[in-house]
């Protein structure tokens, strides 16, 4: 399963039978029915149904039918089971991503460890082509794709592109060299991902921004 939303996550956490259900199936260790929910949360097996149905709409859970042992097989309908989703949700303003760099830098060090820092640059530009590259064509958008990834972007009146939020903004302060060259990598893929010729990505810090500037 793909990562949840996070607004839709938190939103759906905010009810706290919905919350709890949560914590007791994250926690039960074994697929958790209904029934057994309900019980241990103290609401009824209508109303557990309802909140984990909603729990895993939001991404948090996932469901599936599996026959309990001690039940016959052929003995009426499978029931519903629920299971913690195998990722988690974390939320902050403004948007970070040091989940994807952690990703890079890891992968780096274990393909050439040798030579970590050109291959994460390399693994940057490949992930950021490859995340342009899978924008169906009628939403290569540019500037949308960088504000989805949390780049706040904003087009300048000579149509220079400034990000206002760098998605890696801890890490950049203190490894700067580095973070920032992968940045630079990260978001010249995603150019060359979407196809896009008529601007290029350049490595241009100024304070209160991100360190990449896009233009001509």
């Known amino acids: 399963m793909d990562s949840p939303d996070r607004w839709t996550a938190v939103a759906a956490l905010t009810d706290s039978s919905r919350r709890a259900l949560y914590e007791?199936?994250?926690h039960a260790g074994h697929p958790v029915g209904r029934d057994e929910a309900g019980n241990a949360t103290g609401i009824s097996r209508g109303l557990a149904a309802f909140h984990l149905d909603k729990l895993v709409e939001a991404g948090l859970l996932r469901a599936r039918h599996e026959m309990p042992p001690h039940r016959p097989r052929g003995r009426g309908?499978?029931?519903?089971?629920?299971e913690p989703a195998s990722t988690g949700?974390?939320?902050?303003i403004p948007e970070r991503r040091y989940e994807l760099i952690a990703e890079i830098l890891a992968d780096a060090v274990a393909t050439s460890p040798a030579d970590a820092g050109r291959e994460a640059s390399r693994l940057a530009h490949q992930?950021?082509?490859e995340i342009g590259a899978r924008l169906p064509e009628t939403g290569r958008?540019?500037?949308g794709a960088l504000a989805r990834l949390g780049f706040e972007p904003e087009r300048d009146p000579d149509g220079t592109i400034v990000l206002h939020n760098c998605p890696f903004h801890v890490l950049a302060v203190r490894r700067t060299e580095l973070v920032c060259g992968?940045?630079?990598?990260?978001v010249a893929g995603i150019?060359?991902?979407l196809g896009e010729t008529r601007v290029e990505a350049h490595l241009a810090p100024r304070p209160r921004t991100c360190c990449v500037?896009?233009?001509r």
């Open 24 to 26: 007791y199936v994250r």
């Open 77 to 82: 309908r499978m029931p519903k089971v629920y």
């Open 89 to 92: 949700v974390a939320v902050a």
């Open 127 to 129: 992930r950021g082509r």
């Open 141 to 143: 958008d540019l500037a």
């Open 182 to 186: 992968l940045n630079h990598a990260f």
């Open 191 to 193: 150019l060359d991902g």
């Open 213 to 215: 500037r896009i233009g």
